[in-house]
């Protein structure tokens, strides 16, 4: 993941400067001090996902960039948490058909439309089994619509919901559902951990929507 990440060393830290941008010019303290916000949300997924923090490190290290922009620039939910700062524009949708026994999905990413800043990922772990998803420049694999070695495929979907708090950011939630084995697993980390953000989730699995 690190040689990946240098590869798009210049594109990562475009986005990390525009998230810190962003940050300084919106954050209003609503909720706290932005850095004990950061740290009360990283100590939590850490506690949760300490693979996937080692994996951010590993984007931050590729990047040349510090962890705590990569992490924030993970945590997308972070100004809408600390309201009134709504993100505006188009947002993603899935379309699901069935057709005999299966389903016929499409997905549009509107998320940053008009960006060239999408690429497809395909992951191989040295245990066996991995993954192929959309994926973005600097951020956690899933948050967007993969399918791993098991079979099983998620679309996800942008929604702005009322209970906001600090809390584990959703690239975490969708990161571990890319490697949930079935829908149990994959319904358990999305209602488990102490999100700060909600979202649509659509699973598919052999015929199963």
């Known amino acids: 993941m690190s040689a990946l990440r240098k590869a798009f060393r210049r594109e ?5 400067a525009h998230n810190n941008r962003m940050l300084s010019t919106h ?15 990283l100590a939590r997924s850490i506690r949760a ?11 931050a290290h590729g990047a040349g960039a510090p962890f705590l ?11 809408e948490i600390d309201a009134p700062y709504t993100r505006s524009g188009d947002n993603c949708s899935t379309v699901t058909v069935p057709r005999n026994s299966h389903y016929i999905v499409g997905h549009n990413e509107d998320w940053t439309s008009g960006q060239n ?13 991995g993954f192929v998803c959309l994926a973005y420049f600097g951020y956690l694999p899933g948050m967007s619509a993969g399918v ?3 079979g099983l495929f998620h679309a996800i979907n942008y929604l702005s919901p009322r209970d906001r708090r600090v809390g584990i950011p959703r690239t975490f939630i969708t990161r571990a559902i ?4 079935d829908f149990k697993t994959a319904i358990h980390i999305a209602r488990a951990h102490y999100r700060s953000f909600g979202q649509s989730i659509n699973l598919f699995k052999h015929g199963q929507f």
């Open 12 to 16: 990562i830290r475009h986005y990390v």
């Open 69 to 79: 922009d990569i992490y924030s620039l993970n945590y997308i939910e972070l100004l």
């Open 178 to 181: 890319l490697d949930a084995p």
């Open 117 to 129: 800043d999408v690429y497809l990922l395909r992951a191989r772990y040295p245990t066996g089994g």
């Open 27 to 41: 954050w209003t303290g609503r909720i706290g001090n932005l850095q004990d916000v950061l740290d009360q949300s």
């Open 49 to 59: 996902f300490p693979r996937y923090v080692e994996e951010l490190d590993g984007v």
């Open 148 to 150: 791993n070695s098991h």
